[in-house]
């Protein structure tokens, strides 16, 4: 069975501030690894989208990362601001492109 | 290009009685999924539609749940009758190409609260 992990689930940090989000999977089966963001009321917008065959994967301020052998992908956010102020969620893609999700970092960046 | 639509974006209902939810994926998209997200819970997939055909509703709740998506196009979820641990925020989403690994775009969700 599927099972993705995200720690922590909330997450309150000063602006300027690095930081990592984690993610872990049970089943290493994967095809990709992506990491979407969720803004109150709005659907899911895609952040990064890692290959199985990747190791990382970078986009402006956001670093993705990706441990098939472990289970495990991280989300790092460099000089973290008030607007990425989100949940950040991590899906596992398997076969047939079906998608299992975590149950989101809630990340706060106070000004 | 537009993205994926949904309505209506909030429905309040009371137990026992029936809604329905619409979708329009983007534009020549193959595939298309309508997934629950229950407050402070990731995504759950309901049903995923190829064309106008079923690839996986195993996680449906047959006895009161319903999708169909006419035409390839289109798609609606239908419960009846609703309980309370219905409410949730139903996302649909759509993806280009038939199966194979993709990224999805979702809609902004329709919120259904049942009291």
């Known amino acids: 069975k599927q099972e993705v992990t995200q720690i922590p689930a909330a997450l309150s940090v000063p602006e300027g501030e690095n930081l990592v989000l984690n993610c872990s999977f049970t089943d290493s089966a994967i095809y990709n690894l992506q990491w979407f963001r969720q803004d109150p009321g709005k659907g899911l917008t895609s952040l990064l989208l890692?290959?199985?065959?990747?190791r990382e994967q970078t986009s402006g301020r956001l670093n993705a990362s990706l441990d098939k052998s472990s289970g495990r992908s991280t989300l790092y956010i460099a000089a973290s601001q008030p607007g990425d102020s989100a949940t950040y969620l991590c899906?596992?893609?398997?076969?047939?492109?079906?998608?299992?999700f975590g149950s989101g970092t809630k990340l706060n960046v106070k000004p | 290009e537009a993205g994926v639509a949904q309505s209506p974006r909030y429905k309040i209902i009371e137990k026992r009685q029936s809604v329905a939810f619409w979708c329009n994926p983007i534009s020549g998209h193959a595939t298309l999924y309508w997934y629950q997200q229950i407050l402070g819970q990731g995504p759950k997939l309901l049903i995923q539609?190829?064309?106008?055909?079923?690839?996986?509703d195993s996680q449906l709740p047959k006895d009161r749940f319903s999708a169909e998506r006419l035409k390839g196009v289109d798609s609606t979820l239908k419960i009846q009758p609703a309980k309370l641990e219905d409410s949730a925020v139903y996302l649909c989403?759509?993806?280009?190409?038939?199966?194979?690994?993709?990224?999805?775009?979702f809609g902004p969700g329709t919120r259904l609260t049942v009291l």
């Open positions: 539609f190829q064309n106008n055909g079923v690839v996986d």
């Open positions: 899906a596992c893609v398997y076969n047939f492109n079906k998608f299992y």
């Open positions: 890692i290959q199985s065959s990747q």
């Open positions: 989403a759509s993806s280009p190409r038939r199966g194979g690994p993709d990224t999805q775009y």
